[in-house]
């Protein structure tokens, strides 16, 4: 006997979808395939102007049905459009992915995809179980740890824009004296930028020696050692001397606990004359910590590589800043990146 037929309800018409559970689960297919086409100059060699398999092909040196395939992998990923058969970049493809471009962030994967920044990723439960990285030692956090070089060189090109940016904001004219204090400056690009910004700011950085050699490079690049100082040692027990106008914090508070952070916060403190401002720059979620997207993600970053780092939110922040001393707390986007400037005064 057939049975009767079941009527649709709303929630049979619209059916919950397994896609977002396997995208997640297959992402690591479009990290290989992005990093395999940065390889092959995929995108540089179709923004020169070739746009044909076989063109493509003859450029990057590989099969065509090769290219073929890849090409229209990223057609569907939104990287490339296709038109009658030519394959064409898309805008951010043109202004991130084109070698010859001045934003070009290829670089980013010798720092993303390096072996020991994806190895902590195999272990998400343990870190979780544990509340911190399940890496040897302070984890990324080391004395000289060489992660932190291969930051400072692959990470560069992503920070340009921001540094300039940054730079303009805090100095917006020639001639106004500035002692400025960089701690975990890294490739030095924030520094750099507003000794650049202003010829009269003279920088000191703070790193870890090895990382330092990287933003002496960049230094003597744009022709600023003159005025770019180095403290080589750990921001949390070297003396970062006196009286300075501004201390830059790019990427840094969210390394440690906020009693950690309140320790470095009140060292800077210190160092800044009346007046000064602190100027930290990170990633910093809602108070509902589930957005913005990307600054919200990054506190699973922060749980997987560090002993007890967080994305911390502006009310957080303005929480470790007033504990220690500071005033006039204030908070801005810095469009058009995913960061957020926090500002405070001694």
Same mark, same amino acid.
């Given at each position: 006997m057939a049975?009767?037929a079941?009527?649709?309800?709303?929630?049979?018409?619209?059916?919950?979808s397994?896609e977002?559970?396997l995208?997640?689960?297959?992402?690591?297919?479009q990290?290989?395939?992005?990093?395999g *086409?940065?390889?092959?100059?995929l995108?540089?060699?179709?923004?020169?102007g070739?746009?044909?398999?076989e063109?493509?092909?003859k450029r990057?040196?590989?099969?065509?049905?090769?290219?073929?395939?890849?090409? +229209?992998?990223?057609v569907?990923?939104?990287?490339?459009?296709?038109?009658?058969?030519?394959y064409h970049?898309?805008?951010?493809?043109?202004?991130?992915?084109d070698?010859?471009s001045? *934003?070009?962030?290829?670089?980013a994967?010798n720092?993303?995809l390096?072996?020991?920044?994806?190895?902590?990723?195999?272990d998400?439960?343990?870190?979780?179980?544990?509340?911190?990285?399940t890496m +040897?030692q302070?984890?990324s956090?080391?004395?000289e740890?060489?992660?932190?070089?291969?930051?400072?060189?692959s990470?560069?090109?992503?920070?340009?824009?921001?540094?300039?940016i940054l730079?303009?904001?805090l100095y917006?004219g020639?001639?106004? =004296?500035?002692k400025?204090l960089?701690? /975990?400056?890294g490739?030095g690009?924030?520094?750099?930028?507003?000794?650049?910004?202003?010829?009269?700011?003279?920088?000191w950085?703070?790193d870890w020696?090895?990382v330092?050699?990287?933003a002496e =490079?960049?230094?003597e690049?744009?022709g600023?050692? +003159?005025?770019?100082?180095?403290?080589?040692?750990?921001?949390?027990?070297?003396?970062?001397?006196?009286?300075? +106008?501004v201390?830059?914090?790019?990427?840094?508070?969210h390394?440690?606990?906020p009693s950690?952070?309140?320790?470095?916060l009140r060292k800077?403190?210190?160092?800044l004359?009346p007046?000064g401002r602190?100027?930290?720059l990170?990633f910093?979620p809602?108070?509902?910590?589930?957005s913005?997207p990307?600054? /919200?993600?990054?506190?699973l970053?922060l749980?997987?590589?560090t002993?007890s780092?967080? /994305?911390?939110t502006?009310?957080?922040?303005d929480?470790m800043?007033r504990n220690v001393?500071?005033?006039?707390t204030?908070?801005? =986007?810095?469009?058009?990146?995913?960061?957020?400037?926090?500002t405070?005064e001694?």
């Amino acid at each position: 006997m057939a049975q009767p037929a079941i009527p649709f309800s709303a929630a049979q018409a619209n059916p919950p979808s397994p896609e977002p559970i396997l995208a997640a689960l297959n992402a690591f297919q479009q990290t290989e395939a992005l990093k395999g *086409a940065l390889e092959l100059d995929l995108f540089t060699a179709i923004a020169e102007g070739n746009h044909t398999v076989e063109a493509i092909a003859k450029r990057c040196d590989a099969a065509p049905r090769g290219i073929r395939i890849l090409c +229209d992998y990223f057609v569907v990923q939104g990287f490339l459009t296709k038109i009658s058969g030519a394959y064409h970049p898309t805008r951010e493809t043109a202004a991130f992915l084109d070698r010859r471009s001045p *934003a070009f962030m290829g670089s980013a994967v010798n720092f993303l995809l390096h072996p020991q920044s994806r190895s902590v990723w195999e272990d998400v439960a343990g870190a979780v179980r544990k509340g911190g990285t399940t890496m +040897d030692q302070a984890g990324s956090l080391a004395p000289e740890h060489p992660i932190w070089v291969e930051f400072a060189r692959s990470m560069a090109p992503i920070m340009r824009m921001p540094a300039e940016i940054l730079a303009k904001n805090l100095y917006p004219g020639e001639g106004r =004296e500035a002692k400025v204090l960089g701690l /975990a400056s890294g490739h030095g690009l924030y520094e750099i930028a507003v000794a650049r910004q202003n010829s009269s700011a003279q920088v000191w950085l703070v790193d870890w020696p090895n990382v330092l050699q990287v933003a002496e =490079e960049n230094a003597e690049k744009a022709g600023l050692r +003159d005025r770019v100082h180095l403290i080589p040692g750990s921001a949390l027990e070297v003396n970062f001397g006196e009286g300075y +106008d501004v201390a830059l914090l790019p990427n840094f508070i969210h390394h440690f606990d906020p009693s950690t952070a309140e320790k470095l916060l009140r060292k800077v403190h210190a160092a800044l004359k009346p007046g000064g401002r602190v100027v930290i720059l990170q990633f910093v979620p809602n108070e509902d910590r589930v957005s913005p997207p990307r600054p /919200a993600a990054f506190s699973l970053v922060l749980l997987v590589t560090t002993p007890s780092g967080d /994305a911390y939110t502006f009310s957080e922040l303005d929480k470790m800043l007033r504990n220690v001393g500071f005033s006039a707390t204030d908070h801005n =986007e810095l469009i058009p990146n995913f960061f957020t400037v926090v500002t405070a005064e001694k």
